[in-house]
């Protein structure tokens, strides 16, 4: 896939806090300026590092195809620090965890769709230095997430002044 001036560029990341909260942290870039055009977060549930990776992927393509429809945009570029998501979906590594093979199948669906409907769609692995707003937003939606489940079980924790 060439890289086009009108290619929708996204970075993903996912995180997990205490190994089981995990939270997806998407950015759109403006590949002329390299700024961020729009940033987006959310819990995505309970799991491990590697499924969270997935999860934000999963997020990463609605809301990069959301806006390739936006701007008519006909060519997406996904990019992750989890090589081996990328690997895995991109057909160089095997699966072996049967949930990551659900999660693989639907993003693989998913690609499928984009591109029956005539977009081009683009893996690719780059450094965590190039994640790092989408990891704060994907940690801050999973710190999140793990306060309001302590708070729920542990009300008196309201009272403390969090700093």
Same mark, same amino acid.
């Given at each position: ?6 290619? $929708? #560029? ?9 190994? *089981? +909260?995990?939270?997806? %942290?998407?950015? *759109?870039?403006?590949?002329? $300026?390299?700024?961020? !055009?729009? /940033? ?7 799991? $491990?590092?590697?499924?969270?990776? +997935?999860? @934000?992927?999963?997020? %990463?393509?609605?809301?990069?195809e959301?806006? @390739?429809?936006?701007?008519n945009?006909?060519?997406?570029? !996904? &990019? ?11 057909? #160089? ?24 409907e005539?977009?081009?769609?683009? =893996?690719?692995?780059i450094?965590? /230095?190039? $994640? #790092?707003?989408?990891?704060? =937003?994907?940690? /801050? @939606?999973a710190?999140? @997430?793990?306060? !309001?489940d ?7 924790? &309201?009272?403390?002044n969090?700093?």
């Amino acid at each position: 896939m060439e890289i086009k001036p009108t290619t $929708t #560029v996204c970075i993903t990341d996912g995180a997990c806090k205490q190994g *089981i +909260y995990c939270g997806a %942290g998407v950015i *759109i870039i403006d590949q002329q $300026t390299g700024k961020i !055009i729009s /940033e987006h977060s959310k819990y995505t549930g309970e799991g $491990t590092n590697n499924q969270s990776e +997935y999860w @934000a992927l999963e997020y %990463g393509l609605e809301i990069a195809e959301s806006y @390739a429809r936006e701007k008519n945009s006909g060519s997406i570029l !996904i &990019l992750s620090d989890s090589r081996l998501i990328i690997e895995q979906l991109n057909g #160089v590594f095997t699966i072996k965890q049967p949930e990551l093979k659900k999660l693989h199948n639907k993003i693989k669906i998913e690609i499928g769709r984009l591109r029956a409907e005539g977009f081009e769609v683009k =893996l690719d692995c780059i450094s965590r /230095e190039y $994640t #790092v707003r989408a990891d704060e =937003l994907a940690s /801050e @939606a999973a710190r999140q @997430a793990k306060m !309001i489940d302590t708070e729920q079980k542990y009300p008196f924790l &309201l009272q403390i002044n969090k700093k």
